[in-house]
């Protein structure tokens, strides 16, 4: 039964819509990229909303020298 991974990405499948209007390719692939994080979170039980302000919190407080791109 797979009812319960259909219902982590319906919200990705319906925002596809919403991405014609993201102006750029780039954009477009930034939304995708948030969408999947937030999915992730949702499936293992996390809030996505502490999780994505614990890792920008993190990242902020990084060097520039230990960030890869």
Wanted: glycine share 6%; charged share 20%; net charge positive.
């Amino acid at each position: 039964d797979t009812n319960h991974i259909e219902r982590a990405i319906r919200p990705i499948a319906i925002g596809r819509r919403n991405w014609m209007f993201a102006w750029t390719e780039l954009g477009a692939k930034h939304i995708g990229i948030m969408q999947s994080l937030i999915s992730t979170c949702r499936l293992h039980g996390i809030d996505p909303y502490t999780y994505l302000v614990d890792v920008l919190q993190r990242v902020s407080m990084q060097p520039d020298s230990q960030v890869h791109t």
